[in-house]
């Protein structure tokens, strides 16, 4: 699976999430069981409701009470989120474990877990100053759109990257670590 693919399930994911809108409803995962696309659709998953738990911790006179008990939330979503990157790690050192190395092979400063990690975010970005974009006065709909033609170019360069890495990998060019 290309970058791409991968962020245009990121992006499915991100729809279907915002269908409810709602940080308590239960993941559908529409891949079947134990495919790593199943994997990266429950990373975007967990990535959007924490998104949107932040959200609801950002206002100044948010409860106190209130706060920490999402803040606690946060926490053991950000958990699930470090577990799920090192499955997709899993993913890729199974992928690769019998790709001979070239000599001189490189370690690359994250592993690919953590590029996909940042496509996940990058597709949330995107969905929301989508909306930004188009609502408020000009000069708001302006900035967002400046953002978003920004955000859309890292989408592009980090796919790019992402493939190269996988690329290199496959090739025995660079090396994983975790």
């Not at 991968?6 to 940080?23: A, G, N, P």
């Not at 050192?93 to 092979?105: K, W």
């Not at 400046?146 to 990257?161: H, I, N, S, Y």
Request: hydrophobic content about 40%; overall charge negative; aromatic content about 8%.
């Amino acid at each position: 699976m290309n970058a791409m693919e991968m962020y245009s399930l990121f992006e499915r994911q991100v729809v279907e999430y915002h269908k409810t809108d709602d940080i308590d409803a239960a993941m559908v995962n529409p891949y079947g069981e134990g495919t790593f696309e199943a994997l990266l659709w429950e990373k975007s998953w967990v990535d959007t409701v924490q998104w949107h738990l932040e959200d609801l911790v950002r206002p100044a006179d948010v409860d106190p009470a209130y706060a920490l008990t999402i803040k606690r939330r946060i926490d053991a979503s950000n958990q699930h989120r470090t577990d799920l990157v090192e499955r997709i790690d899993d993913h890729y050192m199974m992928m690769f474990r019998d790709v001979a190395l070239q000599e001189g092979a490189k370690l690359n400063t994250e592993t690919p877990a953590w590029a996909v990690d940042r496509l996940s975010i990058l597709a949330l970005k995107v969905y929301h100053f989508g909306i930004e974009a188009k609502r408020g006065d000009d000069a708001h709909r302006a900035k967002c759109q400046q953002k978003l033609d920004t955000l859309l170019e890292q989408r592009a360069d980090l796919t790019t990257a992402i493939d190269q890495l996988l690329d290199d990998l496959s090739a025995g060019r660079r090396r994983m670590k975790l």
